[in-house]
C-alpha cells in the first residue's frame, strides 16, 4: 500500500549500503592505487521528484527512518527471502559479475568487504540472516532497533546531503531539507553520538577483522562454483599496480580497447564466446 504511495509522489525512493575508499591523509591529489584500508561505509537514501513533491518526498524519507514497523515478521521474512532468491537468479544470470567481484575481494580490503556484501559470499549472508530470523524473533527486531537509533542519532558531521535542480528547485527544498535534519530526525542531546572519526587518518572498525579474514577465505589460487546454467562464466586477473603506483590516463585506453576490441572481436565474434569484457 505504502509503495503505491511512493509511486505516486514521487519518481522512485531507494536504499543502499556502500564501502568507498578514502584518501590516506597526507596524499597528494594525484591518480594513485589506493592501500584499500581507508574507507568510509554509507548509507544512501535517494529519491527524485517534482517540484512540488518536494515535501511528500522529505515525508517518505522521514516514515522510512523513523516510522517503518521492524517488528512484523512475516514481511520481512518474505522481504528476506525474495532477496535471497534475486541473489541466486543474478548468480546464473550474471556469472561473469560475481567471479569478477570474487577476484578482485582478493585485493583489498574494500573490494573483499563488496563482495561479502554484493557477492557470491552474500548468499550465505543472506541464508544466515533468514536463520536468525526464524531462531531468535525477538532478538533480532532489537538489532534492527538499535541499528536504527545509531542511524538516527548518528553525529551530524557524518551526514551529507545533496541537492540536485535548477535554482527554483533548491530554493523550494533547502528549507524542507534543514527542517529534516533538525526536526524530523530528533538527536538524542542525553546520549549524543561520538563525532565520526577521520577515516583517512583512523583505521575502519570494519578493517581489523576483514583483513584477517582474507587471510582464509581465499585458500586456493583457482575456484571454481557450481550453477545449474549451460553459460560458463569465466574470470581472470590480478594487480597491474602496485599501491602508491601512479596510474596513467593510457590505462584507461588500453582497457577501453582490451573491452571493445579484442575481448569483442576475438573471444566473442570470431571464438562464439558468450561475451566478454
Known amino acids: 500500500m505504502y509503495r503505491n504511495y511512493i509511486g505516486k509522489v514521487t519518481g522512485g525512493v531507494s536504499a543502499n549500503l556502500q ?30 521528484c517534482t517540484a512540488d513533491k518536494i515535501p511528500d518526498l522529505f515525508d517518505v524519507f522521514t516514515k522510512i527512518l523513523m516510522d517503518v514497523n521492524l517488528d512484523s515478521k512475516d514481511i520481512l521474512r518474505n522481504a528476506l527471502k525474495s532477496d535471497l532468491s534475486g541473489r541466486k537468479s543474478s548468480l546464473t544470470n550474471r556469472g561473469h ?7 578482485r575481494g582478493r585485493y583489498s580490503v574494500r573490494n573483499f568487504l563488496g563482495e561479502k556484501m554484493h557477492g557470491y559470499s552474500s548468499l550465505d549472508s543472506s541464508a544466515a540472516v533468514l536463520e536468525a530470523v526464524d531462531a531468535d524473533w525477538a532478538q533480532f527486531v532489537l538489532r534492527l532497533e538499535n541499528m ?112 571493445t576490441g579484442y575481448m569483442w572481436d576475438v573471444i566473442r565474434a570470431k571464438n562464439g564466446a558468450y561475451g566478454g569484457e
Open 97 to 103: 559479475s560475481f567471479a569478477d567481484t570474487r577476484l
Open 148 to 259: 536504527r537509533q545509531a542511524i538516527i542519532n548518528g553525529n551530524r558531521n557524518g551526514m551529507i546531503i545533496n541537492l540536485t535542480g535548477d535554482r527554483y528547485v533548491l530554493d523550494a527544498a533547502m528549507e524542507i531539507a534543514e527542517d529534516f535534519l533538525v526536526n524530523k530526525l530528533p538527536v538524542d542531546l542525553g546520549n549524543p553520538a561520538p563525532p565520526t572519526p577521520d577515516f583517512r587518518s583512523v583505521e575502519h572498525p570494519w578493517v581489523a577483522p576483514a583483513r584477517e579474514e582474507m587471510k582464509g577465505a581465499f585458500s586456493s589460487q583457482d575456484e571454481g562454483i557450481a550453477v545449474p546454467t549451460q553459460v560458463a562464466y569465466v574470470a581472470e586477473g590480478g594487480r597491474m599496480y602496485d599501491v602508491g603506483e601512479d596510474v596513467s590516463g593510457s590505462a584507461s585506453v588500453v582497457s577501453h580497447y582490451l573491452s
Open 19 to 48: 564501502v568507498m575508499s578514502v584518501k590516506p591523509a597526507g596524499w597528494d591529489d594525484e591518480i594513485k592505487v589506493l592501500p584499500g584500508i581507508n574507507i568510509l561505509s554509507m548509507l544512501f537514501i535517494r529519491g527524485k
